[in-house]
């Protein structure tokens, strides 16, 4: 009949699904990422990484776009076939890499702001040092 302890908690904080913080607005998102913290949660590298993602990935979109231009731009004996096949081995392993930095921040305790930009400053290395050598 008497409580003798007060949980500082919502209804909506008991079962919180994983994919929550795709839904949220960024200002939202790092109320939560606070309250996550102060709370103890075992899934803030999780809230970070979609964080940091919403800046990263729309850039990863500019550095396609040059790696594209780039290697669009090369003239080959064998047609544009060739072209094709190279733009998307390189595509590939950028996105390859993209998802290895999520797990190792998710997984391995990886800084998430770093794993989210490793990925976009190394590619965007690439896709500068294939701009400058493509034919005009």
Do not use: C, H
């Not at 396609?64 to 390189?90: E, F, H, P, Y």
């Not at 993209?98 to 797990?103: D, E, G, L, S, Y």
């Not at 190792?104 to 500068?128: D, Q």
């Amino acid at each position: 009949r008497e409580k003798d302890t007060i949980f500082d908690f919502r209804i909506s904080e008991m079962a919180t699904r994983d994919n929550i913080a795709s839904a949220m607005k960024t200002s939202d998102l790092k109320q939560f990422i606070e309250r996550e913290k102060a709370k103890g949660s075992g899934k803030i590298p999780l809230y970070e990484l979609e964080m940091y993602q919403r800046t990263a990935n729309p850039f990863a979109t500019y550095v396609l776009t040059i790696i594209g231009i780039a290697v669009s731009s090369q003239k080959k004996r064998g047609g544009i076939g060739v072209n094709i096949a190279i733009g998307l081995v390189v595509v590939l392993i950028y996105i390859f890499a993209m998802k290895i930095m999520a797990v190792a921040a998710e997984n391995v305790g990886f800084p998430a702001l770093i794993a989210s930009w490793v990925p976009n400053i190394v590619f965007g290395v690439v896709a500068a040092i294939m701009y400058r050598f493509a034919q005009k």
